[in-house]
């Protein structure tokens, strides 16, 4: 089990409460969509999973084989390694090309080898379909472009576990569809993904096991959630 909440209370930075007893599971390879109104606390059960937001009071609070209930800070970022997370605005350094976007990363995580930097950079670009633009400057890609270089630089460190907040948020219909089909492969390779989305055709279109939340709550609604009709 990747992620094993029991009864996990999830708070803001200044206390207040914004999610109470929430029961939440991810196992290896499966594709879980997080799904709710703007501010219904999507993002905030997202930030609790790549530790942005501190877990305090829980039964029990998983995340990659660690409690995270009371994390040390100094232990966090060895646990993200084991993460990549994707978000909608993309992130990336605006000042250097697709190939010093990702050989950043990969030095900033101990990466020292030329030659393997080198060859995982291609694996990651053309796991994405975007070999050809390692020298683009990111002002020169497109908004679907960015988003899989935002992938790539997810995947760079092999993770266990993918976290995405909106990741077609910014996105057109069409280029959204194949972010979600481009995550999918990479859940059928045994990396598991959540993502958050507002989005609801999309869950249609490619099925995955579905989280909603409402009133404070987290509740499963795989079988249920399309007579919630639009977020």
Sequence with gaps: MLIEYKNVEICQVDGTKILDKVNFR???????????RVGSG???LLKSIYLELDVDHADQATVLDHSIIGLKRKHV???RRQMGIIFQDFKLLDDRNVDANLRFVLKATGWKDK?????????VLKEVGLSDKKTCMPHELSGGEQQRIAIARALLNTPKLIIADEPTGNLDP????AIIQLLREVSQTGTAVVMSTHNMPLLDR???IVYRCVD?????VTDEFRQFGEL
Excluded: C, H, W
């Excluded at 030659?115 to 694996?123: L, V």
């Excluded at 069409?174 to 569809?177: G, H, K, P, R, V």
């Design 26 to 36: 991810v196992d290896e390879g499966e594709f879980i969509y997080i799904i709710g």
């Design 42 to 44: 999507k993002s905030s």
């Design 77 to 79: 970022p060895q646990l």
């Design 115 to 123: 030659k393997k930097i080198n060859a995982r950079i291609e694996e």
């Design 174 to 177: 069409e280029t959204a569809a």
């Design 206 to 208: 490619y099925p995955g």
């Design 216 to 220: 404070g709550s987290v509740n499963e």
